[in-house]
């Protein structure tokens, strides 16, 4: 199991979210509802975690946990009473159980209970909807005073309007090949391993296991090109069934695994374009652009349980 996070300055990557979440932090200007975008594998839950630490804990250094007294410990353990964390998928399949959703809405109006601050996460909450979401909509609406929401999420755009409304959004990007191989050194692999599966582009989620197979990067970039109905198929054909996730319970779909596969690629696929938009060439730099807009549609439409197929033809076709 992943270790959790003492503070921020220990959340690998992102130095840039990092640096803007702890100056928020210490002038006492962050928002009391945030949405952490990314793709899977990026550390979300991890940056949540860290940030959740640096509000709860009362000996800050210059607005990040201080990683020794007793709330950051109890952050560390996972038994903070003031620190309060809703079931991911894997332990909650089907969506946040409403009774869950109602029981942190009514604790989250009490005074922290150690005298600090109160953090709430919430993973995945693209999964938030009907019962769930409306009660959780009441803090939002009316947010307690020394409480924050700290969310999670694919795509800010797969989240309700009216939470998404409510919340500041910052985005978090893939981590890079170095990256990763430092996430799964700290989870217990060792170095030659992490590398190894670094390089392959196995990438990791939040426990430090395997994802997606590596992208194909060719064909997809023949999408990008032009409606290639060759190679949509064989990066159809190419998409597992289930991933190595580690996870024996894993209790996710077929369809749902390929859409997260795909999800993962195209990320690995916008690092690369993202190259392009240093580009002196101003041809290169605007075509670099519409690529990268085009794969963030198609997440947001895989986000919303599109098939796999539609989103390389809304990828292909540009719409």
Avoid at 156 to 162: C, F, Q
């Amino acid at each position: 199991m992943a270790r959790r996070p003492a503070a921020l300055r220990e959340v690998i990557g992102h130095a840039g979210t990092v640096l803007l979440l702890t100056r928020l932090v210490a002038c006492g200007r962050l928002p009391h509802a945030m949405v952490l975008e990314g793709p899977a594998g990026c550390g979300r839950r991890t940056m949540a975690l860290a940030l959740a630490s640096a509000l709860l804990c009362p000996e800050r250094i210059e607005g990040d946990a201080c990683g020794v007294c007793a709330h950051c410990v109890q952050c560390v353990v996972g038994n903070h009473p003031d620190l309060s964390e809703l079931p991911g998928s894997h332990e909650a399949p089907s969506g946040l159980p409403v009774e869950q959703a109602r029981a942190v809405a009514e604790g989250a109006g009490s005074s922290p209970l150690l005298g600090v601050a109160k953090a709430i996460i919430i993973p995945e909450a693209e999964r938030l909807r009907g019962a769930s979401a409306n009660a959780l909509l009441k803090i939002l609406e009316e947010p307690p005073p020394r409480t924050t929401l700290i969310l999670t999420a694919s795509s800010a755009a797969s989240l309700l309007g009216t939470i998404r409304s409510r919340s500041q959004v910052y985005r978090m990007h893939a981590l890079t090949m170095t990256e990763v191989a430092q996430v799964l050194e700290r989870n217990g692999l060792a170095p030659a391993r992490a590398s190894a599966l670094a390089a392959a582009g196995a990438g990791v989620r939040a426990g430090g296991s395997t994802a997606a197979p590596p992208a194909p990067i060719a064909d997809l970039e023949r999408i990008l090109a032009s409606f290639d109905l060759g190679a949509i198929t064989r990066v159809i054909s190419a998409l597992p069934s289930k991933l190595d996730s580690g996870d024996e319970d894993d209790a996710r779909t077929p369809a749902a695994v390929q859409r997260a596969c795909l999800r993962e690629w195209l990320v690995v696929l916008a690092t690369q374009l993202r190259q392009g938009l240093r580009s002196s060439d101003p041809l290169k730099a605007a075509t670099a652009l519409d690529h990268l807009e085009r794969i963030a549609r198609a997440r947001a439409d895989l986000d919303r349980n599109h098939a796999p197929r539609l989103a390389l033809e809304s990828l292909s076709l540009g719409r």
